[in-house]
């Protein structure tokens, strides 16, 4: 019987390789790029920073990581729950673990007349969500995530100062645009687990579901160009023959694979600086620092090497900066009123970072389940985080729902 051929190694080809291994089905799994991984990829510099190619985390309790992952392998280290947030005025406020202990978070946030209703409503969120299963949130109606906030009765000031700067980094979208369900999805999960980085990078993720496949079932430099009957050509015109075909790329690239079947795709776009300090500014607090101020570039600032020191070399100490959406700057001009608010906020010593790269990711997180404007050809199978939603949790489902299903198919 000819491979399976799944056409991308991001999380999801990863996951549909492990479910067709697992059941003895040969496939062939094909990547355009130089390593296994899609968009969770670390870069190692020459003086030994791990860069991850934007910031993210690794939620622990998300369902399909403990499924599929071996956490520990991974040493994990955690983010200290909670965060620290700036204030419009400049000020610093620390929210401890609001989603955990919403009754603790600090009054400054709150107006005086909504504090305790909005503390209470925080409370009763928490409450609600946590029983669901993680499927049971992600369906139903949705709205956006907005319209849910302000359906809920939360007042405008903890919209601004604890939704947009919280929820804003996990959507990479300030306008707090995402699915209302996909919200509920994340809220539970921030309540249930921790967030995590692997000592040694992000990319450390994939990496360990590409171990568990054999080394010649995965061929990298392979862009595909097109889907054909029975198999695929590849961008130097070689033809492979699959028993099926796993679309397994991003949805724009879908959408050039599958010009009849895919949606258009709106993607949210980040851009992540990273920085070389002398001294950690977080003091080694493990804090993620969050930026309420409305018309900042700079949303959220971390030290990925207070986390986990493998990030930086020896005394030295890792910056990561983010600003979601699109700034429509030159990359000088953002870079220097991106240094312009780091040195408001982390003071004059700010000026001594220096620059290590700039990823600017303009394909970062697919809207909530593309629907797709017709079913794919037969034998062609799609799975990734756009048919469901911006996670790696969804990729690594979708992935193996796919591979379990073809595998059930085959039999
Ligand atoms: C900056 C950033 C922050 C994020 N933060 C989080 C987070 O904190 N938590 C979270 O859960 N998720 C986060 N995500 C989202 C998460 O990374 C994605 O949902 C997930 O990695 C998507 O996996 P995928 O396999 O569906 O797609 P991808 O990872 O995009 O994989 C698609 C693969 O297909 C390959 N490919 C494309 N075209 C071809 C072709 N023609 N031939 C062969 N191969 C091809 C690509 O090279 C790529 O390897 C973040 C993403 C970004 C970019």
Redesign the pocket.
Known sequence: MPPVLI?????????CASALHRAGKPFLL????DA?????RTDLTPDGFRL????????SA?PEVRRQVRLETLRPRAFRSGAVLRLPDGTQTLLPDPLRNPLALPGALFSPIGSFADKLRLAGLVLELLPRSADALLQGQGSSTLAYLRAGGWSERVIERFFIPFFGG?F?DRSLSADSRFFRFVFQQFVLGR?LLPSLGMQALPAQLAAGLPGDCVRLH????SVEPGGVR??NGEALEGSAVVL???GH?LD??LPESAAPVAWQR?T?LYFDAPVSPGKGDGYLRLNSTPASLVHNVCFPSDIAPDYAPPGRTLVSV?SHGAHGLEPAAFEKRVCAELKEWFGPAAQEWRPLRT?E?A????PFATIPRRPPPKGVWI????VGY??????LA??RATGERLAASLA
């Open positions: 056409v991308g190694a991001g999380m999801a080809g990863l996951a094909l990547e355009a790029a296994v991984g899609g968009r969770i991850d190619r934007g910031f993210q985390v690794l939620l998300y996990v990479l967030a392979a862009p595909v160009r590849l961008q397994a790329v991003e690239v050039a694979l980040t992540c983010s990823y990711i394909h970062a997180l697919p799975c990734g985080d756009h911006p996670s790696f949790n969804c990729a979708t992935g």
